[in-house]
């Protein structure tokens, strides 16, 4: 018995971590001040134990992408694993985006959901009954954007240190069914943790194909079935820049834009294609209607008119562009994707100080109809598109996030999501709830707004939430733990909706589950 003090002395402080936190290490620390009669574990015992763990993450990297959960980390008793309760469905009313003729069904296609890069759903999100939370390790791979193809099958577009690729997942398991190599990336100074080149955003179209950019200036494309390559488009693009995001217009035309604001189009099955140059940098993605695609630069939002025989730049209006990149955007300028909402309306945030605004513009004309500053002064940016249901629109505070090192020992970004009504040009509420990074979505049918949420934790906590905030009020309906640890971190990533009422949610280890029981 004797013999065996150091290791269970040894194995129930590693126990008493785990379950309190990181910082619970500090309790250790000062037992041992208080010369507390704790045994020392033997050179030998620390040595197994690290045997141990370095055998069990080289089985964790060799098994098969999926087949193992994300690893918790610690923190288990000061973390909640639920708040809050289940709701009833309280559909609110929004508008019909139209489908547009060469995207993937609305709410399937891409990253921000449709052509109008709404980030809503017509369908329902969980609504917190009896919920269940698997997961599935890929690995140091986050998988940002996913699409779902006509067979319900996840398409992602992920990426690690080396660069993006195209992988097939089963949207019951979680594993991966087949993987697509992507050209690798290349030398940049970019953070590799915030270069979007190539590996942010793709499309599925109308004949289950995703759309992608490569990082070799490229517009390929593949079926889903096998990932087969079916066509490839090469595009000019000056040295040192690279493509960024794709949308096709209501014509077929597939138009990119690149980091240096090079905005372009090619016609599939023809020598056709098209430049213009904005002014500045672009960081997000495209919107598009039946007659023009929007693009917002960190200077300027564009309009280029589609619906003619030869596109044109329409408009382009200016806005504060602030003095400084934030801590918690990739550029100085607007974070958001446009957002097409009705009454030929977009949004859009800026980047002014001391207070970002939502501004809405008129999609004819460019003029900015109505300015509504939110979130604390000194502390506003975002790096997400904002949520449009109805006159609504919803945006997420990212402000001091500035990676994945910005949320260790319980830290958390500057807090606030709130709701702005377009139509009042007024803001309605302003929920304290911390979401550093997330995409955050809206499911009409359930009148939830879904966000991924990492609040303070005076532990060192690092627990990670799926949040459901009532679209009406702005208070949490409730919230799951998901995991925790920097492993269930989702850095910029997407929640996505299924049909079926599954939430899905990538991390830069994997993909997170949430579906209400049965």
């Known amino acids: 018995m004797r013999a065996l003090r150091p290791w269970l002395a040894g194995l129930g402080l590693i126990a008493f971590i785990w379950l309190i936190g990181p910082l619970g290490l500090l309790g250790v620390v000062a037992l041992v001040l208080l010369r507390a009669h704790i045994p020392r574990p033997s050179i030998k015992a620390v040595g197994v134990v690290a045997v141990l763990c370095m055998a069990l993450t080289v089985v964790a990297l060799t098994r098969a992408p999926g087949s ?6 610690a923190g288990w008793l000061t973390s909640s694993s639920y708040d809050g309760r289940a709701v009833r469905a309280n559909p609110v009313p929004t508008f019909a985006q139209p489908q547009h003729p060469h995207l993937a069904a609305n709410g399937k296609s891409s990253m921000h959901n449709d052509g109008w890069a709404t980030d809503a759903y017509s369908w329902a999100g969980p609504v917190g009954k009896d919920v269940e939370v698997t997961s599935a390790l890929y690995g140091i791979l986050e998988c940002a954007t996913v699409a779902f193809d006509s067979h319900g099958q996840i398409v992602g577009l992920c990426g690690d240190i080396s ?9 019951e398991t979680l594993r991966i069914l087949k993987t697509r190599g992507l050209p690798r990336r290349m030398p940049s100074n970019q953070s590799r943790l915030k270069d979007l080149c190539g590996g942010a955003y793709f499309y599925l179209d109308e004949h289950d194909q995703a759309v992608v950019a490569t990082t070799d200036a490229r517009i390929a494309v593949f079926e889903t079935k096998g990932l087969t390559q079916v066509a490839s488009y090469p595009v000019s693009v000056p040295k040192g820049d690279c493509l960024i995001a794709l949308m096709p217009d209501w014509q077929g035309r597939i138009w ?7 905005v372009g189009w090619v016609a599939p099955g023809t020598s056709k294609h098209g430049e213009f140059q904005v002014k500045g940098t672009i960081a997000n993605s495209l919107a598009v209607d039946s007659k023009a695609l929007y693009v917002v630069s960190d200077h300027e939002m564009v309009r280029v008119r589609t619906d003619g025989p030869r596109p044109r730049l329409d408009w382009s209006t200016s806005y504060d562009r602030g003095t400084e990149n934030k801590v918690g955007q990739l ?10 909402i009705g009454g030929n309306k977009l949004a859009i945030t800026d980047n002014a100080s001391p207070r970002m605004r939502v501004l809405v513009l008129d999609r004819r004309t460019g003029k900015v109809t109505c300015k509504v500053p939110v979130f604390a002064r000194g502390s506003s940016a975002t790096e997400n598109s904002l949520v449009g249901v109805g006159d609504w629109v919803f945006v997420e505070n990212n402000e001091g996030y500035a990676g994945p090192w910005s949320t260790l020992l319980g830290q958390a970004a500057s807090p606030g999501i709130a709701r ?9 509420w302003t929920a304290q709830v ?10 009409a049918a359930t009148g939830l707004l879904y966000v991924y949420e990492k609040q303070p934790n005076l532990w060192g906590v690092n627990a990670w939430y799926l949040t459901a905030i ?5 208070k949490r309906a409730f919230r799951v733990r998901t995991g925790i640890g920097t ?20 991390t830069l280890a994997g993909m997170i589950k949430v579906k209400d029981g049965s």
Do not use: E
């Open 420 to 428: 702005v009504d377009t139509k009042a040009c007024k803001l309605s």
């Open 487 to 506: 492993l269930f971190n989702n850095h910029y990533a997407a929640i996505s909706l299924a049909p079926d009422g599954s939430a899905y949610i990538a």
């Open 256 to 262: 990119y834009a690149t980091r240096h604001g090079q």
């Open 470 to 474: 009532d679209m009406r009020t702005g």
């Open 434 to 443: 911390s979401a550093p990074t997330s995409v955050p979505k809206a499911s």
């Open 331 to 340: 550029s100085q300028g607007s974070g958001t994707t446009p957002t097409l």
């Open 68 to 73: 193992l959960s994300i690893p918790p980390g």
């Open 163 to 171: 660069g993006p690729s195209l992988h097939l997942i089963s949207p």
